[in-house]
């Protein structure tokens, strides 16, 4: 049996600053839907301990703050649930950040991103169905043979990109934002 969670006293429909969210019959954690106050954060040495061939672990709950701190490489980060994503001094080099099924609202801040793989078709940031999600205070640097995005927003909407540098070559599809 699925719950329709009412939004603003009104049935949400997924549109607009609200979105619908019908809970999986079978979801037991609890992190699905309820915000927590968690905050962590992860460096090189610690991303194994959070991620799983680069989706976020269970262990990073629904709303957490998660500072990533000083240089990673060759590393993605896949979040499926609403985060504040929040650069220490990062750079991420030949990384993706993406946002994804549950991520609606989350925020990318303060973050430099390096793809310079010219053989890897790389995206620095992904929004893949989620809405509502800001983006600001970002540097991106991507290279590829192929196509090259900075940041790649596909089924997304109400999103917001502010204070970003975006620079991008690639031969056929060359895009800051897509």
């Known amino acids: 049996m699925q719950q329709i969670f009412l939004i603003r006293d009104e ?9 619908c969210y019908l809970k999986p019959s079978n979801a037991n954690d609890q992190s699905i839907t309820e915000d927590t106050n968690q905050t962590i954060t992860i460096t090189q040495s610690t991303y194994d301990e959070w991620f799983e061939d680069g989706l976020a672990s269970v262990k990073i709950k629904q709303n957490a703050t998660v500072y990533l701190k000083g ?6 980060f896949t979040f499926p649930k609403k985060v504040h994503v929040i650069g220490s001094n990062c750079v991420l080099n030949n990384a993706t950040i993406t946002l994804t099924t549950d991520a609606h609202s989350s925020t990318i801040t303060n973050l430099k991103i390096k793809n ?21 205070n970002v540097a991106i640097e991507n290279q590829a043979d192929y196509e090259s995005l900075g940041i790649f927003l596909d089924g997304a909407s109400g999103n917001e990109i502010s204070n970003c540098n975006i620079t991008t070559t690639g031969d056929y599809i060359n895009n800051g934002i897509l």
């Open 11 to 19: 049935l949400c429909r997924g549109t607009g600053i609200a979105n």
């Open 71 to 76: 240089t990673f490489n060759n590393v993605n």
């Open 116 to 136: 310079n793989d010219k053989l890897v078709t790389r995206h620095g940031i992904e929004i893949l169905d989620v809405n509502n999600c800001k983006v600001t």
